[in-house]
């Protein structure tokens, strides 16, 4: 079956810049998403079709997709960020969602 | 502002049944395909199950495939998932999410609603 990779971890010190990195055979050919999930809360959207913001989403998090990796990239990180991150993309068909396993950002 | 609500979860034995119900609010039901996510205790996410607007698409993750059934009912605003022979494995927290238009199940997901949780124990 299609998997996504994460990274398990990333530590960034505050005003930094975290980047999250996914990896999967069909990125080339589908478009990655972004979820933020803080404990005891819901997963919220932060970036779909690769580089697109939802309307509240601030500036600082910015998606980009080359090759068979997607990132999440987080500008100027801030005490608030420190969260998982979850990729997800669907597989070569379109019919599935896979998610990453997810990558808890620290932020020192 | 959309709201999407889960309930029906529980304490139950492997093999038994249960039926999660899902909410939905403030935003047309029936021009959005849905879609249920699983978080086991402590670790990621899972998709699990998804469906187009009306009904003619129904897609399973091959964990689930052939023992959960995922329905709506568009005149009443309601996602559900029927969970049959259920396992260990499946203790879960199960999320609905809202998919992005009536026929999309690989699209992204938002919102999400906050959950039930689902626990199968001997």
């Known amino acids: 079956s299609y998997e996504l990779t994460q990274p398990p971890s990333v530590s960034v010190s505050p005003g930094q810049t975290a980047i999250i990195t996914c990896s999967g055979d069909a990125l080339p050919k589908q478009y990655a998403y972004w979820y933020q999930q803080k404990p005891g809360q819901a997963p919220v959207l932060v970036i779909y079709k690769d580089t697109e913001r939802p309307s509240g989403i601030p500036e600082r998090f910015l998606g980009s997709s080359s090759g068979t990796t997607a990132t999440l990239t987080i500008s100027g990180v801030q005490a608030e960020d420190e969260a998982d991150y979850y990729c997800?993309?669907?597989?070569?068909?379109?019919?599935?969602?896979?998610f990453g396993g997810g990558t808890q950002l620290t932020v020192l | 502002e959309v709201q999407l609500v889960e309930s029906g979860g529980d304490l139950t034995q492997p093999g038994r049944s249960l039926r999660l119900s899902c909410a939905a609010s403030g935003f047309t039901f029936d021009d959005y395909a849905m879609h249920w996510v699983r978080q086991a205790p402590g670790k990621g996410l899972e998709w699990v199950s998804s469906?187009?607007?009306?009904?003619?698409?129904?897609v399973y993750a091959d964990s689930v495939k052939g023992r959960f059934t995922i329905s709506r009912d568009n005149a009443k605003n309601v996602l559900y998932l029927q969970m049959d022979s259920l396992r260990l494995e499946d203790t879960a927290l199960y999320y609905c999410a809202k998919g992005v238009d009536t026929v999309t199940t690989g699209g992204w997901f938002d919102p999400w609603g906050q959950g039930t949780l689902v626990t199968v124990s001997s």
């Open positions: 997800q993309s669907p597989d070569i068909s379109g019919t599935y969602a896979v």
């Open positions: 469906i187009t607007w009306n009904s003619d698409t129904l």
